[in-house]
């Protein structure tokens, strides 16, 4: 109880901007995926705070400063995965009014099929057997990505084939639609970053190297053709990699994003593995995972300096 009530008073310190005055901070990603109308308000708060507290800057600046001695201190980009209809329709104008760039990374082979990310398709469906577990879904999903690429499409197919009467709800067609090349070229240019996310969002150390070379050079090359503008940031699917997906997109494109360690990010960082901060629901909880991003980064430079003293990060979860 103690831990949680520290934990509060340490996030509202930091959304009122008392804490962490005179220290540095770093430069940190934020990444964002399903942006629903039933939490646009929610969004909204987070952006503001982060406007309020942060410089927000295009990816593509970020990364040119990690080479250029630039100050990072309080630097932020903003991503949003998966390329998503309400990324469009609800975070889109907020990005415009509050004048925050962004970056909106897609899976183009998805766009020109009229295909959801099978994650959520494969949820949907199973959702739809009405199972006792509401988890098991979930469940299954995550199973599903530990396998290779041909035995979760077989999986995938079993899947449709006991779900033949599945119909997605307009409310599902809201949360899980994909944005059309149409609305992606309305997005303003310099507002609004496009960047790859591969054709169709597989685990790519799941796949044979023609496969990875295929999703991630062939993603690029459809996106420059569709929208008539540079795609040169890359997203890892669910942020798997291994040296071989990695060394193909540091041929392919001049940055990548990747998440799992929520730190912030200092000069010289490798550009092809920067790690990103997921955004938790709650402007509080944002700000607190701001600063654990702070802590993240300072301890990790304090293991790598020899005489630096011992820091102990309190892991305290909120959600």
């Known amino acids: 109880m103690l831990a949680k009530v520290r934990a509060a008073t340490a996030a509202l310190a930091y959304w009122m901007g008392v804490a962490g005055r005179g220290r540095r901070h770093g430069a940190r990603i934020l990444t964002i995926h399903g942006t629903p109308r039933r939490r646009a308000a929610e969004l909204e708060r987070q952006l503001r705070y982060v406007r309020r507290q942060f410089r927000v800057v295009p990816l593509a600046q970020l ?11 309080r630097m932020v980009a903003l991503t949003f995965d998966d390329g998503l209809r309400n990324n469009v329709e609800v975070a889109y104008p907020m990005l415009r009014r509050l004048g925050l760039p962004a970056t909106f990374f897609i899976c183009p082979g998805l766009i020109e099929e009229g295909r ?45 084939e006991a779900t033949p009467r599945f119909v997605p709800s307009a409310a599902d067609r809201h949360e899980f639609g994909l944005a059309g090349w149409d609305e992606l070229r ?16 597989p685990v790519l150390p799941s796949m044979g190297p023609d496969e990875v070379e295929l999703e991630i050079h062939e ?13 040169e940031v890359f997203a890892y699917p669910n942020d798997d990699h291994n040296g071989a997906v990695r060394e193909l997109v540091r041929r392919h494109y001049r940055a990548a994003v990747a998440g799992g360690e929520d730190k912030a990010i200092e000069l010289g960082a490798d550009r092809h593995i920067l790690p990103r901060v997921s955004v938790p629901r709650g402007v509080l909880r944002l700000a607190l995972a701001m600063h654990r991003a702070h802590l993240a980064s300072s301890v990790t430079a304090a293991i790598s300096t020899p005489a630096a003293a011992p820091t102990t990060v309190p892991l305290i979860r909120m959600y």
């Open 63 to 73: 990364v040119d400063g990690l080479h250029a001695r630039a100050d990072l201190d």
């Open 219 to 231: 993603s690029r090359r459809l996106i420059e053709q569709r929208l008539g503008r540079p795609a």
């Open 186 to 201: 309305r997005l303003e240019p310099g507002l609004i970053t496009i960047g790859s996310h591969t054709l169709s969002h």
């Open 116 to 160: 959801w990310l099978w994650t959520h398709e494969m949820r949907r469906r199973l959702r739809s057997l009405e199972p006792a577990d509401r988890q098991q879904p979930d469940r299954l999903v995550e199973w599903m990505k530990r396998l290779d690429i041909g035995a979760r499409r077989e999986v995938e197919d079993a899947v449709r």
